[in-house]
């Protein structure tokens, strides 16, 4: 082990000043979430395997990680062998792919491509898509509904995910084109 970072901007910095073999990333970080770290790193240095590690269920963000160029994804409650095994894989250049993920693939050849990608967000999602697509703010939202600001941001970031989009623009352009606002 090269260094340990706590937030995801010192994973950043670790990054760039470090020689590092396998960046060992997880999702939930204080300041930036480890999507937007992975986003970044793939910007500056597209060659540096990431594995994410995470406590958040496979099927939330896995395939989502790979199509942003996660080298590998593993639940936090794997075992050491098996974490030790992802990164040899991932360090060799290959992808890393649990039997978790794997059956998550597999399920996914069975979607119908046909079927547009809202329908796919839980309802309290779609709410909350509804109102980021019109331009509400984060905290507008939270007020609205009820929830913490961090909340918000946690269902804004799987909305992203599931939907594959990059920001609150293609959210609104993709309502918009799906005739979904008023």
Known sequence: MVAEAGTGREALDIARREICDVLLLDIAMPDQSGIDTLRTIRQGQPELPVLILSGYPAQQYALNLFKMGANGYLNKECEADELMTAVRTVFQGRRYVS?????????????DPNTALHTELSDREFQVFLRLARGATVSDI????????????????????????????DLTYYAMKNNLLD
Not at 99 to 111: I, K, P, W
Not at 148 to 168: C, D, G, H, P, W
Request: charged share 20%.
């Open 99 to 111: 039997s978790t993920v794997g059956e998550l693939l597999a399920q996914s050849f069975d979607r």
């Open 142 to 169: 939270g007020v609205a509904l009820s929830l913490s600001i961090k909340t918000v941001s946690t269902y804004r970031t799987r909305i992203m995910e599931k939907m594959a989009l990059q920001s609150n623009s």
